[in-house]
């Protein structure tokens, strides 16, 4: 008798080579326009899938998995937050939640750098005059940005991409310094001569550059809220590659137009894809459309381990990146 193939959902449009192989595995169903899917439609998606593959765009909650059918077993998410998954919800009608760490830590310590770089050096600011045909010849005062050789980096949370952000700024000068739940490992503090910061407030007090490289969670939503940017100093500059609703946007877009924090780097924001409109008309801000990992190489990747995490799953067997809710 023929083994039925797992129906698998898929709610986005994936890199060419991960969908032919998903179509090679799986009885798949995939979104060849890429139109985000609305609630009513994620609704159904559950209730006829086995596994269903949802991306940072899709909010998979209590609602959704309400109409979960009795064959959804996995929900194997494309990407490493999993904050668009109410994973206890899921966890609790016996549905496995996976999701693809690992693969996109490079590639988003990169995006952070080149935040730090572009908002501290005005790189955007620059690169938009020479466009608007605006350079009009070197001038020793103009374009005047911050150095940020010999700073201090403040990292919050100390993970894979917060370490990968760490050993790329120490080779630009920074020193380095984090905040997390608990100090890293002995090993991972001597390679990066990392100082540990028991208290955020403290911290920000006393570091140049903020990074945030922590999950969403509910420990850390508006972590930095507006209490905390005060803390900061006026030359500081924050930059988020993580999620937005770490920060309190609205808070941070009113300091930076007063002056109270120099600049932002952001990829993330609180109510994707809007942004607070204060925000779009500041020049010492450079926003990018949450592209952190948005490189072939790491799409890619991702996909793979969709796919290694739904077979292994579908062959009974524990998936390499179960999501285990005390761990959020
Ligand atoms: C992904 C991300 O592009 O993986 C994450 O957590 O934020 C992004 O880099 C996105 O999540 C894909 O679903």
Redesign the pocket.
Known sequence: MAVRKPKIVVTRRLPEPVETRMRELFDVELNADDRPMTAEELGEAVSRADVLVP??TDRIDARVLSRAGPDLKLIA?????VDNIDVATANARGVTVTN?PGV?TED?ADMTMALILATARRVVEGANVVQAGEFRGWSPTWMMGRRIWGKRLGIIGMGRIGQAVARRARAFGLSVHYHNRKPAPAAVVDELQATYWESLDQMLARTDVISVNCPHTPATFHLLSARRLKLLQSHAIVVNTARGEVIDESALANMVARGEIAGAGLDVYENEPAINPKLMKLPNVVLLP?M???TVEARIDMGEKVIVNIKTFMDGHRPPDRVIPSML
């Not at 998410?77 to 937050?81: E, Q, V």
């Open positions: 991306t940072v998410n494309f990407g490493a937050g693809t996109l988003t949450h952190g990992s948005a």
